[in-house]
């Protein structure tokens, strides 16, 4: 039977960190850590996500800034915004939640975000920083840093392992390949193109599933007592459940028990973690703007 990772007790162990230190800023008379949220149009999960954020803040001492936009909002409004923000001192991170509305440019609004306030390390800076040997981002896509912190913590080598990220995405699978690579794993990216994908998966010390689709990853994928990260989130019907659907990840999870050596579940796993890091990335912002 697998170990348990338990991503809300590691996430809970950060946010009382954070907590603490924040408490340690205000007492030493130095401005409190705020994140400025900017959420554009209606999409259900969106407004959740950001609700998560803004709680986690006010319970860890950060000054929370919400701004609410709709999906029609111009492209030159939004970065208008941003650049407001950019020049507030009470705000140290920016945060605007993706996906944005169709027709508005993404990478732009990123770019315009000041590197020392993205908070959510999504600029193309931070990105290309990450990317390169020897160069250190400011800050770290909080979901992948929340992945490589709850692998640490947990006490798993990386160091020479053979690591598989499933999936390629500039949020989670492209930034935790390249922190893997960090730590000196060997790593493979696997995708829809990928040949003989069971095999490669089944390969892996470290497996990390980050494709968005619902259990994919079956018993036989999986490397007997390899470490299962399963970074999915998807909504399936259930009749059985109250609501009528439930939350899995991207791994058959009941299967992957009997096999694996750990796995994280999914609610509970590397989801607390992401907010976790949230906050500790804004923390650091608020130190940064002491410097």
């Not at 007492?27 to 400025?36: D, E, I, T, V």
């Not at 500039?170 to 000196?184: C, D, H, K, Q, T």
């Not at 579940?265 to 500790?280: C, E, Y």
Request: glycine letters at 8%; charged letters at 25%.
């Amino acid at each position: 039977m697998a170990t348990i990772l338990d991503g809300k007790v590691i996430a809970d162990e950060i946010r009382a960190e954070v907590a603490e230190k924040t408490a340690a800023r205000k007492a030493a008379g130095k401005r409190q850590p705020g994140l400025a949220a900017v959420l554009v149009g209606d999409d259900p999960a969106s407004h959740v996500y950001v609700k998560m954020k803004r709680k986690a803040c006010e319970k860890a001492g950060i000054q929370s800034f919400y701004y609410e936009l709709p999906a029609s909002t111009p492209q030159a409004e939004l970065e208008t915004l941003v650049a407001k923000l950019n020049a507030d001192p009470a705000v140290h991170g920016i945060l605007v939640q993706l996906p944005l509305p169709k027709g508005l440019d993404e990478e732009r609004v990123l770019q315009a975000i000041d590197i020392r306030k993205d908070v959510d390390g999504f600029h193309p800076l931070n990105i290309g920083r990450l990317a390169q040997k020897g160069r250190e981002p400011l800050f770290l896509p909080a979901t992948p840093a929340g992945v490589m912190v709850l692998l640490q913590r947990s006490g798993v080598k990386l160091e020479g392992a053979n690591a598989v990220v499933l999936g390629r995405s500039n949020i989670v699978g492209m930034p935790v390949a390249l922190l893997l690579i960090e730590a000196n794993a060997t790593v493979t990216v696997c995708h829809s193109r990928t040949k003989n994908l069971k095999e490669v998966c089944a390969s892996a010390d470290v497996l990390v599933a980050a494709v968005g689709r619902p259990e994919m990853v079956k018993r036989d994928w999986i490397k007997p007592g390899a470490v299962v990260i399963d970074v999915g989130v998807n909504r399936i019907d259930d009749p059985t459940a109250e609501k009528g659907t439930r939350l899995v990840g991207d791994v058959a999870y009941e299967e992957a028990l009997d096999v694996a050596g750990a796995i994280t579940p999914v609610p509970g796993g590397v989801g607390p973690m992401t907010i976790a890091m949230l906050l500790a990335n804004t923390l650091k912002a608020a130190e940064l703007a002491d410097s």
